[in-house]
């Protein structure tokens, strides 16, 4: 009977202890400016489908046709590399490879 109250004792008194630590498992959660950054993310663009009859892009998943609405910004142009959204007077070129230039 005393082992058994001693050995609850322990395990209560190793349970109260655990519920100060955090788990050294468990990935370190986002300070709040880098989940407001990561909220506010840019578009991405990731195809152009260019044909006689129609323009369209797909941009974060969403294909989008000329003149039509990505949030609250406006797809003004479609190039076959690029992209132009207008979000009032403010226009933001989204590129299909952003980290390659084409050289003349």
């Known amino acids: 009977m005393a082992q058994r109250l001693i050995a609850l004792g322990l395990l209560a008194a190793s349970a109260a202890s655990a519920q100060g630590r ?16 990561m909220e506010v993310r840019a578009s991405r663009l990731q195809s152009v489908l260019i044909s006689p009859g129609r323009k369209l892009a797909v941009i974060d998943g969403q294909t989008v046709s000329l003149g039509g609405r990505v949030g609250d910004a406006t797809l003004v142009a479609i190039a076959p590399a690029q992209v132009v959204l207008q979000t009032g007077g403010t226009y933001q070129t989204l590129k299909l490879h952003p980290g390659i230039e084409k050289k003349p």
């Open 22 to 37: 955090s788990d050294p498992m468990r990935p370190p959660s986002a300070m709040p400016e880098e989940r407001a950054r």
